[in-house]
Structures are given as C-alpha cells and as structure tokens.
C-alpha cells in the first residue's frame, strides 16, 4: 500500500521529482481520511490546515456566489486539493464536496516542518512545485479574467444547489 502511495504522489506535480525515500518520510504521520458521499472535506470560509491527496473517489470544488454554489472543478484519484493552506494562513477559498465515497492522504504543514529539518533539499523542492502549480493556475485565471474584459463570451459556470447547505 505504501508503495502505492509513493507511485501516485510521485505522479503530481506537486510532488514530481521528490524521492520515494522523502515521500515515505512526508506520509508517516499523514492519516487517510474518510469521507462519505455528499459529506464535505471542507468548506469555503473554513480555517485551511492542510492539503489532501485524493486516493480514492472524486470530488467537486465549488464557490458560494449570490446564494448559489457553482461548479469551479472536479477532480479524481490522483488529483490533490487545498495546497494553498501549505503556504499562507487564509481561510479556504472553495468548498470541497465527495461526489463518491472517497479517501485522502491529509498534509499539514507540520508534516512540510518535519520535512524540512529532515531533507531541506526534498522540501524546498516541494514548495518549488507548489509554487509552479499556483502560478499555472493563476496565468489560467489570468487569461480568462483578459478575455472577459475584452468582452469574449466566457462559459459560465454551472449551478450544483440553489442555496448553499447548511455549516
């Protein structure tokens, strides 16, 4: 199973080009959590502590606008979620809900601490490719954010509930 897990991060980007030996030494305190169809891994507003690896199900990101939840992302096995908790102390900027029943390696930042004073190299790495991922992410939103104010047409994004559920 462990080798699994190491096969799958390794696979992220995120975690590409990290040893197997740092990822076994990342995961030893990082528990899989367990979360049911339709139950929430977190929602938008909410403290962000950690960031998930999904091993098992899939997901759909979601944000709250004018009493309606829309459709930001869904995401598989193999996909991660909530990495920007690893880098700044803001609230979460979605929610997550499990579309399936679901499983997920959970990382704080203190298994990133714990990285550090083992292997800086293999944790700087790590932040190195966070911050690869959020800058891929942001030239994305960039873009579209251009075309909108050029007055493109963009897809507006769909509706999942009529009013967001209760916390």
């Known amino acids: 199973m462990?080798?699994?897990?190491?096969?799958?991060?390794?696979?992220?980007?995120?975690?590409?080009?990290?040893?197997?030996?740092?990822?076994e030494f990342l995961l030893e305190?990082?528990?899989?959590?367990?979360?049911?169809?339709?139950?929430f891994f977190c929602r938008e507003g909410d403290m962000a502590d950690c960031m998930y690896v999904l091993e098992?199900?899939?997901?759909?990101?979601?944000k709250s606008w004018e009493d309606r939840q829309l459709l930001l992302r869904r995401l598989?096995?193999?996909?991660?979620?909530?990495?920007?908790?690893?880098?700044?102390?803001?609230?979460?900027?979605?929610?997550?809900?499990?579309?399936?029943?679901?499983?997920?390696?959970?990382i704080t930042p203190d298994n990133l601490l714990r990285?550090?004073?083992?292997?800086?190299?293999q944790f700087a790495l790590i932040q190195m490719n966070i911050g690869r991922e959020i800058s891929r992410r942001?030239?994305?939103t960039d873009d579209k954010l251009f075309r909108a104010r050029m007055g493109e047409a963009l897809e507006a994004p769909?509706?999942?509930?009529?009013?967001?559920?209760?916390?």
């Not at 305190?29 to 139950?39: L, M, N």
């Open 29 to 39: 305190p990082a528990p899989v959590v367990e979360v049911a169809a339709g139950d």
């Open 2 to 23: 462990l080798a699994a897990r190491i096969e799958l991060m390794q696979q992220m980007p995120i975690f590409g080009a990290i040893d197997a030996a740092a990822i």
């Open 76 to 106: 598989g096995k193999g996909d991660c979620f909530g990495e920007m908790a690893l880098l700044d102390l803001f609230p979460r900027s979605a929610s997550i809900r499990a579309d399936e029943d679901c499983s997920a390696i959970r």
């Open 158 to 167: 769909e509706a999942l509930m009529s009013r967001p559920a209760p916390l």
């Open 115 to 121: 990285l550090f004073e083992h292997d800086p190299a």
């Open 138 to 140: 942001l030239r994305v």
């Open 56 to 62: 098992r199900g899939s997901v759909t990101i979601m």
